[in-house]
């Protein structure tokens, strides 16, 4: 069946998005085929505007507002500043602030060092990092990597590079998720969660 050359390049581009297969892109873009009339301009709409309307935080480089300099996290009076944690991408803030429990400043890196990629230090805000750092204020580092490969091989860089700050440097905690029983888990998280036990007191 020859597919209309507009149907065709929506398909593509979305098959170009993360998690995205030649099915889901078809199943997508036919549904944006039938759908209300507004849905697909309004989409058109939000698509053209998500670069032209967001900018990067100059202090953390987390997503912001086009025209403003810091995030509004950045720009709080309410936050710990003495406080840094350090993620890869802007989601985990968002992951991080969904808990309520935060109240420090963040620092994204853009990614995970990755050499398979060909993601080195200089690819990632590491540099900016260290030079904010030694801006001093800052009492507590908390490394909040993925776990995984490139987010361990990336703490193990970031602390090569804080440690001669002489400052407080810190890793999420790792280990069992809430209602996961212990049959079901793999063996690596089962040496964290031993490794990472705490007092019962």
């Known amino acids: 069946m020859l597919i209309p050359a507009p149907i065709q390049r929506l398909i593509d581009a979305f098959s170009r998005l993360p998690g995205v297969g030649p099915k889901t892109a078809s199943r997508l873009t036919f549904y944006l085929l039938r759908a209300e009339n507004d849905l697909a301009p309004e989409l058109s709409q939000a698509l053209a505007e998500l670069r032209a309307g967001t900018a990067v935080c100059e202090r953390c480089f987390n997503i912001t507002v086009a025209g403003h300099q810091l995030c509004p996290i950045c720009a709080s009076d309410e936050r710990q500043s003495a406080l840094i944690c350090v993620v890869e991408e802007p989601l985990d803030v968002i992951a991080l602030e969904r808990t309520g429990g935060y109240k420090g400043l963040y620092h994204?890196?853009?990614?995970?060092?990755?050499?398979?990629?060909?993601?080195?230090?200089?690819?990632?805000?590491?540099?900016?990092?260290?030079?904010?750092?030694?801006?001093?204020?800052?009492?507590?580092?908390?490394?909040?990597?993925?776990?995984?490969?490139?987010?361990?091989?990336?703490?193990?860089?970031?602390?090569?590079?804080?440690?001669?700050?002489?400052?407080?440097?810190?890793r999420l905690a790792r280990g069992l998720p809430m209602g996961g029983d212990l049959e079901y888990a793999d063996q690596n998280t089962l040496l964290r969660a031993i490794a990472g036990r705490q007092n019962m007191d």
């Not at 890196?109 to 230090?121: R, V």
């Not at 001093?136 to 860089?157: C, F, K, L, Q, R």
């Open 108 to 170: 994204v890196l853009g990614g995970a060092l990755s050499p398979i990629e060909g993601i080195g230090p200089e690819d990632l805000k590491i540099a900016e990092l260290v030079q904010r750092l030694q801006g001093g204020g800052v009492e507590e580092i908390i490394v909040a990597t993925n776990p995984s490969m490139e987010g361990d091989a990336t703490a193990m860089y970031l602390q090569q590079q804080i440690a001669p700050l002489g400052l407080r440097l810190t």
